[in-house]
Structure formats: C-alpha cells, structure tokens
C-alpha cells in the first residue's frame, strides 16, 4: 500500500506543503509507514491510520531540523541534445 502526505519546512521555518510517498505494510498484525526520501524514515502503529500519522508527525520532526533546499542540476550535454531533438519530434 501506498499512502502520501505533504509537509515541508521552509528555511524560514514556516510550512510549505510536499508530497511524500508513504509505503505502508501490515507484518503480525503491526503497521509500518516508511518515507524512502527521507533517510529511509520508519515508524510504527497499531492500525494504519496510526502508522501513517505517526510517519507525518515524524516527518514533520524531522524537517524542522534541518534546512530544505533545492538545486538545479544541468544535463550532460549528449542527453541534452538527445530531449532537444525528442521534443522536436514531439510537436
């Protein structure tokens, strides 16, 4: 099962709002909730509601100490050509 919330904290540490896949898996009769994109995330719940919240609450934990970023990253310029001439194609 796939579950998603949204949560992120800007550098200001005011909320902003992402997508995270959630995994979500029964195994003797506990849930888990996993975030893969942040540092493997787990936690545990004893329904799947539980877990799910308890992975947005630990996520939440988790983004308020540390600082979020992006960057931008240019292609290598063969694959660069290579969408060029793809999107030609496209129209």
Known sequence: MIAAF???VTET???EY???PVIVEQ???IWRAIIPA???LSVEGASRNEAVHNAQQAA???LSKVQVTAIE??????K???LKALARVAL
């Open 13 to 15: 540490g005011s909320f």
């Open 60 to 62: 939440k934990a988790y």
């Open 38 to 40: 942040l540092a493997g």
């Open 80 to 82: 660069s050509i290579f």
């Open 6 to 8: 949204s949560n992120a």
């Open 27 to 29: 195994k003797n009769s």
């Open 73 to 78: 990253v240019d292609l290598p310029i063969s």
């Open 18 to 20: 992402m997508e995270y």
